[in-house]
């Protein structure tokens, strides 16, 4: 048995492009790419904080530092600059690989700088 399980994510990326034209995907600072374990051409998800809209896509590397995330193509409908996005990627693991399993995630300021990292998502209480 295999389960999908988060395997990294960019919590609150703020969207700094919307590029209709553009080929499609979503072009990330590479900096952020390699900060978070996702590669160039994964399939990635996105969740707009701002209107809920989520969408599949794959991720491009932009300029390292640049602070760069551009939703581009067809998706560029559902993400418009300034916008707080949740970037995530997935990974199917078997039984022996989730016993030491942890995901990496990323927490973004409204620049893309990155506040903290963590492994854990902390308990949700009352």
Known sequence: MH????????????????????????AIDG??????????????QIYNVNNGERF??????????SGIISVNGAA???ADPGDRVIICSY???SQQ??????????????????THTRNTIPVQVA
């Open 31 to 44: 900096h952020l790419l390699d900060t978070a374990g996702i590669r160039e051409y994964e399939q990635i």
């Open 76 to 78: 560029a409908h559902k």
């Open 91 to 93: 990974v199917s693991l």
């Open 56 to 65: 599949t896509t794959y991720a491009i590397r932009a300029q390292d530092g």
């Open 97 to 114: 690989e989730l016993a030491g399993f942890q995901p990496t995630l990323v927490y973004l300021d409204e620049k893309n700088e990155i």
């Open 3 to 26: 389960l999908t399980m988060l395997k990294c994510k960019l919590h609150r990326a703020c969207v700094t492009h919307s590029e209709l034209e553009y080929e499609g995907s979503c």
